[in-house]
């Protein structure tokens, strides 16, 4: 049988490994060493690390002939390359490089558990029966230029905002991190070089709600469309398996958190917490239940 | 950067000040702690489901968590979990809680917002974490266009009243930013009901067909027919696709058809039709083939009889009818009667019905993984028959499912889109200026809030000052 190949999207792969290394590294040197050349570079190497990341999506693609959103590696891929893309915004938007060592350092840790998955995770498998499920409207537009294996249906657009989601809850769990530590100096007013040149813990605060402000419905839309995809596959919208339990088990946390950030007592340290706890729930539910649980998804 | 947390508006009133029991349960339900803790409960109690393997048969339980667990568990109901009484008493909780929520602070928010608007006090301004004082050149009313100019640029509407020399504004734009919670809210609450709808009044069902057979669809007034079912493989071999091609009748007549595969269901009348399963027939074929063998050792040319069909054995004046198949002989020795151990073809037979001059003469089953087991012929001595094959015939599973909370669930995630979109990117901003004329001097007081992202309206707000000031001296050289 013939596998199809997949050595151009792991080429990308092993380069964009190296690019995040060295991205994470500048920005790490940047903030110890407060230089401000590594910053720079250390931008430029995050917008080459993006490019490649992209182009393994694109390689995968024209590998496998579909829309690349189908596998745990897949949608691991996806995930760095919407982190990537959401903070560079936040740079550009705040102008500052500190949040860098934190949030690229999450995409790097990524990146190295999606290089340790087994093989078979990163071969192109053909789509089972449950998996084929694709927009007919999008089918018909592509038909003509013969692209209309590249159609998605609710199950790519179900992965692909989950993982925009994902993404989101990532760069917030950098930010409480950051949060958290910053706190517990300003209140105690202790100083250290490597801690004032964070924001305020204000801002902080601040821009993780944001970013739980974007991955919260995201990750709505992304469970939503679960739903549509499941009443088409297999008649029922909610079964209560486990990855869609898992799901919603993240959903209530963050909704817990947005509660907390506008009740008194709750707010600042114990939101922060919670933001962290939902990321932890998020790496359960993308790792622990494909490999532990017993479940319907075959991809994360 | 100030914290401007802004839900003056929101809160309920504090749960100290509260007297008598009644007063004091209602402060309980509607507080957002409680919140916290109903989401946060859900949150680890859902976990349990995941763990324990859901809807499993009782013996399961027992068999993975011995004897006290597994009594334990079925106990609490953790085998069905997601829908055991006490989960949905939780779910119950916070539907209280929403609807208690929201009829303690929804009518403020509304009266404060609206009264906002046609009765403002400018005073306010000192409280405010943004605001600013500043002289400006030129007369309070010569400064008001330009200010009106940036407000409608900015998509904001205002109000203004004349105060003496000079004039008061208040101007806002995204209220229904604040509005959001509570779309939100309510969403969940049609979510929830589209779900109890579709628990009262919806059925899920599952039928076997065989292809060329017709189903009774059960509660409903139509039959379906399976033409064919089929099945698409990937050049590795793997299943690519399962198809059937459905029929429907109504009183015996076709009235539609519809080729459904995995991901593509029939509707017909408020009942959904989906490929579950497939599998080969245990109890039907399409055809068989038969050889006679006769007492000398000499084979007869194949017999192939189609189900149900009649076909001669040659030069022996009989004729075969083919009348029942089983996958998996077996044969009950109380009730006499032959049955399928399974549904797996693992001791296919097949059941023949022996003619002569039109009557049934003989009946035997003929074993395909034990020829000459049994005598197949009237009298041995004209020889054997032996089964040389079968023609299986497939079956597709199909799953049957009404569910008529659908659309409500549905609607209910749009209106949830709704809500998060007005909640997180649509902010509600306040504006109150006061342009006065004290001693010959044109003053600006100014000051402004927004409920969340405050970087965002840190630039606006700065831009606001900015043009004003610019506007100022601009009318100020027109004057001069
Ligand atoms: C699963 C249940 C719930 C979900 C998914 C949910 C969702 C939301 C969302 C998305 C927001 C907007 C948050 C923001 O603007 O940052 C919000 C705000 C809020 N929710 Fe809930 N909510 C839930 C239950 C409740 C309940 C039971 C209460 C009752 C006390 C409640 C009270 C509030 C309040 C007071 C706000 C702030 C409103 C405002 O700032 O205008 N929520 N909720």
């Known amino acids: ?84 893309v959401g903070y560079l915004i936040l740079e550009y938007k705040t102008k500052m490089r500190i ?22 995770f990163k071969s192109v498998e053909p789509l089972n029966p449950a998996l084929q499920n694709k927009w007919n409207f999008l089918k018909d537009i592509l038909e ?36 958290l530590i910053k706190d517990s100096y300003e209140k105690k007013d202790k100083r250290s070089t490597l801690i004032d040149s964070f924001p305020g813990a204000d801002m902080l605060d601040e821009l993780s709600y944001r970013s739980i402000a974007v991955g919260f419905p995201f990750l709505g839309i992304g469970i939503v469309s679960g739903a549509v995809w499941a009443n088409a596959a297999w008649g029922q919208y909610w079964s209560w398996d486990p990855k869609e339990t898992w799901s919603l088990i993240t959903w209530f946390i963050y909704a817990a958190y947005l509660h907390a950030r506008v009740t008194r007592g709750w707010r600042g340290r114990k939101a922060a917490y919670l933001a962290v706890v939902g990321f932890i729930a998020i790496i359960f539910l993308y790792w622990g239940v494909s490999f532990v649980l017993p479940g319907l998804h075959a991809y994360a | 950067m100030p914290m401007n947390t802004n839900n003056d508006s929101t809160q309920a009133r504090p749960l100290k000040s509260r007297k008598g029991i009644f007063s004091k ?23 349990i489901g995941t763990v324990i393997e859901q809807n499993k048969e009782l013996q399961f339980y027992y068999m993975t968590y011995g004897q006290g667990w597994g009594d334990f568990i079925i106990k609490l109901g ?56 500043f002289e400006l050149a030129g007369v309070p009313s010569s400064n008001k266009d330009g200010l009106l100019r940036v407000l409608k640029k900015k998509k904001y509407k205002h109000l203004i009243r004349e105060e003496g020399t000079g004039f008061a504004l208040h101007a806002w734009r995204g209220v229904i930013g604040r509005f959001g919670s509570d779309f939100t809210h309510v969403s969940l609450l049609v979510i929830l009901l589209g779900a109890i709808i579709g628990s009262f009044w919806g059925y899920k069902d599952f039928r076997v067909v065989l292809v060329g057979d017709t189903m009774q669809v059960p509660n409903a007034e139509f039959e379906l027919r399976l033409d064919n079912f089929w099945m698409e493989y990937y050049d590795s071999g793997q299943i690519k696709q399962y198809n059937s091609d459905l029929i429907i009748l109504e009183d015996g007549k076709e009235v539609g058809k519809k080729h459904i595969w995995v991901n593509e269901p029939l509707y017909y009348k ?34 192939e009889i189609n189900w149900m069909e009649t076909k001669p054995i040659p030069t022996t004046g009989y004729s075969i009818k083919l009348v029942a198949y089983v996958s998996d002989f077996a044969f009950d020795t109380e009730t006499k009667t032959v049955f399928s151990k399974s549904g797996e073809t693992n001791n296919p037979a097949a059941n023949f019905e022996i003619y002569k001059d039109g009557k049934v003469v003989f009946a035997t089953w003929l074993l395909f993984n ?12 004209e020889g054997v028959l032996l089964l040389n094959g079968i023609r299986g015939i497939l079956y597709s599973g199909i799953s049957i499912n009404k569910d008529p909370g659908t659309n409500i669930v549905w609607l209910g995630c749009l209106i949830m889109g709704l809500g998060c979109y007005f909640s997180f990117f649509v902010f509600h ?11 010959g001097k044109t003053l600006v007081t100014l000051g402004g809030m927004i409920n969340k992202n405050d970087l965002l309206f840190d630039k606006e707000f700065n831009l606001l000052v900015k043009t004003l000031k610019e506007d100022g001296s601009k009318s100020f050289a027109e004057v001069k």
């Not at chain 1, 590294?25 to 490019?51: D, E, P, R, S």
Request: charged share 15%.
């Open chain 2, 270 to 303: 408020g009942i959904r039709f989906y490929q579950s399963s497939w599998g080969k027939a245990w109890n039907r074929l399409s055809g068989a083939e038969v050889i006679l063998k006769t007492a000398d050792g000499k084979f007869s040319d194949p017999i």
């Open chain 2, 25 to 47: 349960i209602w402060g309980v339900l509607a507080s957002v702690k409680l919140t916290l803790f109903v989401l946060l409960l859900l949150a680890i109690v859902s976990i």
């Open chain 2, 429 to 439: 901003r306040r504006l109150w200026v006061r342009i006065e004329e004290v001693e």
């Open chain 2, 370 to 381: 034990h020829p000459e087991l049994v005598q197949s012929m009237p009298d041995a001595s």
């Open chain 1, 144 to 179: 003509p230029f013969g692209l209309q294996n590249y159609a998605i249906g609710w199950l790519d657009f179900h992965v692909f905002t989950t993982f925009i989601g994902y993404a989101a809850f990532a760069i917030a769990f950098g930010l409480s991190i950051m949060y």
């Open chain 1, 1 to 84: 049988m013939d596998q199809p190949k997949v050595i151009l999207s792991l080429m990308f792969f092993t380069m964009a490994f190296a690019f995040y290394v060295v991205t994470v590294l500048c920005y790490i040197g940047n903030w110890v060493f407060k230089k401000k050349w590594l910053g720079q570079l250390a931008t430029t190497m995050t917008y080459v690390a993006l490019f490649s990341t992209s182009m393994i999506l694109v390689s995968r693609g024209f590998e496998s002939g579909r829309a690349p959103f189908s596998n745990l590696y897949e949608s691991m891929v996806l995930f760095v390359w919407a982190l990537t």
């Open chain 1, 99 to 120: 949040m860098g060592a934190f949030v690229m350092g999450v995409a790097l840790v990524a990146m190295i558990s999606a290089s340790m998955l087994p093989y078979r």
């Open chain 2, 78 to 133: 953790l085998t069905d979990m997601y829908h055991a009484l006490w989960f949905t008493a939780i779910l119950g909780l916070i539907v209280v809680n929403i609807v208690v929520c929201t009829i303690e602070r929804f009518p403020s928010k509304w009266r404060n917002l609206l009264g906002d608007k046609t009765n403002f006090k400018v005073d306010i301004i000192d409280k405010l974490s943004r605001s600013d004082n």
